[in-house]
């Protein structure tokens, strides 16, 4: 049974920083292209990173960009989201996903659509 675990979630002020870590089980991804989506209340779920199988290649929502870093470490089969210089606006919960397209990694990678595993879900809440 597949399954993708987030943890490292909490409640910080703005300004704080967090680390976020995704790890899987039940197979490896270590081929795949893992994102980072997350969902505040009343709102959609919606993109945050993307990073390709190798960590070569990452996309990030413009309002992440220089602030969040997406990285992977494959022989633990887990992905981690450095998140610093947090605002109140980051308050939501932030789901792992893991994509089965082995094919070119590129932004269509930032849809929801293209990826098939997903985690629980880990609450950031940020404090002004």
């Known amino acids: 049974q597949v399954q993708l675990v987030e943890s490292g979630g909490g409640l910080v002020q703005a300004g704080d920083s967090l680390t976020l870590s995704c790890a899987a089980s039940g197979r490896t991804f270590s081929s795949n292209p893992m994102g980072w989506f997350r969902q505040a209340p009343g709102k959609e779920r919606e993109f945050v990173a993307a990073?390709?199988?190798?960590?070569?290649?990452?996309y990030y929502a413009d309002s992440v960009k220089g602030r969040f870093t997406s990285s992977r470490d494959n022989a633990k089969n887990t992905v981690y989201l450095q998140m610093n210089s947090l605002k109140p606006e980051d308050t939501a919960v932030y789901y792992c996903?893991?994509?089965?397209?082995?094919?070119?990694?590129?932004?269509?990678?930032?849809?929801?659509?293209?990826?098939?595993?997903w985690g629980q879900g880990t609450q950031v809440t940020v404090s002004s």
């Open positions: 996903a893991a994509s089965t397209d082995v094919g070119r990694f590129t932004d269509s990678f930032m849809s929801i659509y293209k990826y098939t595993y």
């Open positions: 990073i390709s199988w190798n960590g070569g290649i990452t």
